[in-house]
């Protein structure tokens, strides 16, 4: 069997696709998995056991290079699967134009309405389950049935070699000596704190990611370094964020604070830095599930909005992390209703020193008061 998967859009969305291949090879071992995927999101496959293969479409180039250049590998391929999770329907046509038998998947648009012969309608809009388990059902088209009492055993894993944990360490190392850093600070454990999202969520306000962490260093002086990572796309949230570090309240801290840029490091880098960390703080964004996948102590903040929920898009499964979302009653089921809401500005509700607390516990530090 060969089994082409089709998810080419986010970082998130793309690791909570993975646990497919891991279903797929348990029901059907000598099965050749394929995974389609973004030029950006290919470096979280690589090494992985389930998966045999990454494919990603030149970005670069027309949408006639992009269609040739598919339907070639495609063909070549001889499948006997093609399932659609997300992001281009272009494989999907070039599936449906070669007749590949078995071509699943989710029915949400209009062509897969017209290009799949096994495709599954799912009103994920109503939150019923996780989205890694939204994606499992849709191997029902491969007699591959996915139990909710199972999903202890699902696993969604990014597998960094020695070589890549070398250079991480190896980057880090570097971006500290050179920058103006406390370097008796160099050996201290690191925070990495990533404030910024692509905007389909609610976020926590940036000037309290700020204020987390001089709590934080004052709660436990000399004992961290904190990493703030971002990519350019992050400027809404990191320029006032520089700002506020700039500020008086956090001489003490500053020379603690590396702002680390993931896009320059590469993908590969930036997780084997986040693989050496003692903690990650972030809202709902891929990053977020980098860290937890990775398996680092991780605090996810997201928005009580239905579709944004973390009964959706927490990271999963929930071993090592912990969810915090506003206490409000929010009737909203797609985008916030802004200022008409009685909660408007819901997300600063969720306290600083309430994540300081859940962040320490996760660390498994003891804590009597929050230093101010």
Not at 4 to 31: C, F, H, S, V, W
Request: aromatic share 12%.
């Amino acid at each position: 069997m060969k089994v082409l998967i089709n998810r080419t859009d986010a970082i998130g969305d793309t690791l909570l696709t993975m646990p497919m291949a891991q279903y797929i090879r348990e029901k059907y071992p000598e099965a050749k998995v394929i995974f389609l995927v973004s030029p950006r999101s290919a470096p979280l496959l690589l090494h992985h056991p389930w998966i045999n293969e990454v494919w990603t479409i030149p970005s670069n180039r027309s949408w006639l290079v992009q269609l040739i250049f598919l339907f070639k590998r495609i063909l070549n391929e001889k499948l006997d699967t093609y399932l659609y999770v997300g992001g281009t329907h272009m494989p999907s046509f070039i599936a449906w134009f070669l007749r590949i038998k078995t071509r699943g998947g989710i029915k949400s648009r209009w062509p897969a309405f017209l290009f799949l012969n096994r495709g599954m309608r799912q009103k994920r809009s109503m939150v019923e389950m996780h989205e890694a388990e939204y994606n499992l059902n849709l191997l029902k088209c491969l007699g591959i049935s996915y139990d909710y009492r199972e999903r202890d055993k699902i696993q969604s894993q990014i597998f960094l070699t020695s070589e890549d944990i070398d250079l991480g360490k190896k980057t880090l190392s570097e971006l500290w000596q050179n920058g103006k850093f406390d370097k008796k600070s160099s050996d201290l454990p690191y925070l990495i704190i990533h404030p910024g999202m692509r905007g389909h969520t609610l976020n926590w306000p940036v000037k309290n990611y700020a204020r987390f962490i001089e709590r934080f260093e004052r709660t436990y002086p000399g004992q961290f370094r904190y990493l703030l990572s971002y990519t350019p796309v992050d400027g809404p949230y990191i320029t006032p964020l520089k700002n506020f570090i700039n500020d008086s309240d956090f001489r003490d801290v500053a020379n603690k604070i590396l702002f680390l840029d993931g896009q320059s490091t590469g993908l590969r880098t930036y997780m084997s830095i986040v693989k050496n960390a003692a903690f990650f703080l972030g809202p709902s964004t891929g990053t977020t599930h980098i860290a937890h996948q990775l398996q680092i102590p991780t605090l996810g903040i997201y928005s009580p909005i239905k579709v944004q929920s973390s009964l959706r898009w927490s990271p999963f499964p929930g071993k090592k992390v912990k969810v915090m979302v506003p206490d409000v009653v929010c009737g909203e089921r797609f985008l916030c209703a802004g200022e008409q809401c009685p909660y408007f500005e819901c997300m600063g509700k969720i306290e600083v020193d309430d994540v300081v607390r859940s962040s320490a516990e996760l660390l498994g530090l003891s804590l009597t008061k929050i230093a101010r």
